[in-house]
């Protein structure tokens, strides 16, 4: 009871908190598209959750930790939290369920054009933290080979970063269709 209304009661100053501090959302204008419009985008209030979300749970994790031998945390949530668990002489592994987040943020932007659709990009602050988080780390788990190459293509020793692949069914995943052609 207690414990659970403290933690909702933090929570909701943070989010207080960080809209005060936003004050007016960022506008971004991007003059090119690939399709010769001018797009305006204002920052949308669920990124700032998203954002707010993640720091809150790292945040939180990092004053709760108690002592262990391995950290283990998803990218984006355990940067705090993974130099805590050092400084307590545990070993901290960042979690990442994709690409380099720079490499997941160009391919997503590239797709996006080719299909025709809307990419905000991922948030600068998220991109800067995932990048902290891979630099800390003792080590970095991708699910792929694919993903693992994009680290090493981006400067992050291939000796620290491992592959456990993630387990797929053929039958069910198949492709729903060809982009349209350039």
């Given at each position: 009871?207690?414990?659970?209304?403290?933690?909702?009661?933090?929570?909701?100053?943070?989010?207080?908190?960080?809209?005060?501090?936003?004050?007016?959302?960022?506008?971004?204008?991007?003059?090119?598209?690939?399709?010769?419009?001018i797009e305006e985008r204002r920052t949308s209030v669920l990124r700032e959750l998203d954002w707010l979300a993640h720091e809150s749970i790292d945040r939180h994790c990092a004053r709760n930790l108690p002592e262990c031998d391995v950290f283990v945390a998803l990218s984006g949530s355990g940067l705090n939290a993974g130099q805590a668990?050092?400084?307590?002489?545990?070993?901290?592994?960042?979690?990442?369920?994709?690409?380099?987040?720079?490499?997941?943020?160009?391919?997503?932007?590239?797709?996006?054009?080719?299909?025709?659709?809307?990419?905000?990009?991922?948030?600068?602050?998220?991109?800067?933290?995932?990048?902290?988080?891979?630099?800390?780390?003792?080590?970095?788990?991708?699910?792929?080979?694919?993903?693992?190459?994009?680290?090493?293509?981006?400067?992050?020793?291939?000796?620290?970063?491992?592959?456990?692949?993630?387990?797929?069914?053929?039958?069910?995943?198949?492709?729903?269709?060809?982009?349209?052609?350039?």
């Open positions: 009871g207690g414990e659970a209304e403290h933690a909702l009661a933090l929570l909701r100053a943070e989010v207080e908190a960080a809209f005060a501090e936003a004050g007016e959302l960022e506008t971004h204008t991007d003059l090119d598209k690939g399709h010769g419009r668990a050092a400084r307590l002489g545990a070993h901290y592994v960042c979690d990442r369920g994709s690409a380099h987040i720079r490499a997941q943020h160009e391919l997503l932007r590239d797709e996006s054009r080719r299909w025709g659709g809307g990419f905000p990009g991922v948030d600068p602050r998220s991109i800067a933290k995932e990048e902290r988080e891979y630099a800390v780390a003792d080590r970095v788990t991708v699910p792929s080979q694919f993903a693992r190459s994009t680290f090493v293509e981006r400067g992050v020793p291939a000796d620290k970063v491992r592959v456990i692949p993630y387990g797929v069914s053929l039958e069910k995943c198949q492709p729903v269709g060809a982009p349209p052609p350039d």
